[in-house]
């Protein structure tokens, strides 16, 4: 059986986040999407990395943005992986699991991140299994100025009700809810639109709980793929599709 749900950056209680090695366990696990994070380097090469600077998952120090690609894959991850690029990961899960490319775009601080983040999709034959995603919603409404076919979803950490107009415009229909920020109410505006309801972070039995009782139709993010798999498998209610 798949496995409804996001593996945020992989499987990262078990795996450095946002490596091959944890991506290949997110598929591993039968799971149907998996989140992964944008950034460019210095020499403008689409890597994958969630925090801006290097320091907290590698040997080195410094920002993405001022590291070159050569650079960066000097760098060790947890000791052990090398920092993918965009490339190597959609080559990796060609064919295998939907992906939500989250692109770490703020303000301006990575000119040409969009283009060239669907210049590696249209290059790995990833289109149709991927959707572009991001807190920076100039960012996603520019992937759609660049793309009028390519899935977009908007991430947020509070409630929103005023978006729907907005994301409508630009043909968005994911909306990724702080899970503490998710009511009923929003819940509902949310579905009775046809928007994909995206709660994150689901990794407590409370919080999984908490899904299957008032939101089961709702595509989780989680860290605790093993947690969510076996509450999957012993809850009918979320076997949506």
């Known amino acids: 059986m798949k496995i409804r749900g996001v593996a945020h ?3 990262p209680v078990k795996l450095p986040e946002n490596t091959l090695s944890s991506y290949q366990a997110a598929c591993d696990m039968n799971y149907t999407h ?6 460019l380097s210095k020499d403008g090469i689409p890597v994958l990395m969630h925090d801006y600077s290097v320091e907290r998952m590698t040997d080195g120090k410094g920002m993405i943005r001022d590291l070159t690609l050569e650079e960066l894959k000097r760098l060790r991850v947890k000791d052990t992986e090398e920092i993918p690029t965009l490339e190597e990961a959609l080559n990796l899960l060609k064919g295998k699991i ?6 770490k775009q703020a303000g301006d601080l990575y000119p040409g991140l969009e283009e060239k983040t669907l210049e590696v999709i249209r290059k790995t034959g990833t289109v149709e299994q991927s959707r572009m995603i991001g807190f920076d919603h100039f960012s996603v409404a520019r992937m759609r100025e660049l793309d009028k076919n390519i899935r977009l979803g ?4 509070g409630s929103m009700p005023y978006v729907f107009p907005f994301m409508k415009e630009i043909d968005c229909d994911f909306l990724g809810v702080q899970l503490r920020f998710l009511t009923p109410e929003y819940e509902n505006m949310i579905e ?11 990794d407590t039995l ?11 139709n ?8 093993g947690r969510w798999a076996d509450f999957y498998h ?3 209610e979320l076997h949506t599709d």
């Not at 709702?218 to 793929?225: P, Q």
């Open 192 to 202: 009775e639109r046809g928007i994909i309801s995206g709660p994150w972070p689901v």
């Open 206 to 216: 409370a919080d999984m709980e908490l899904i299957a009782a008032k939101y089961p």
């Open 218 to 225: 709702a595509l989780i993010t989680t860290n605790e793929l």
């Open 9 to 11: 950056r992989g499987y």
């Open 98 to 103: 939907s992906i939500l490319v989250e692109l």
């Open 34 to 39: 998996l989140e992964l994070d944008v950034h």
């Open 234 to 236: 012993s809850h009918p």
């Open 154 to 157: 908007m991430i947020c950490s």
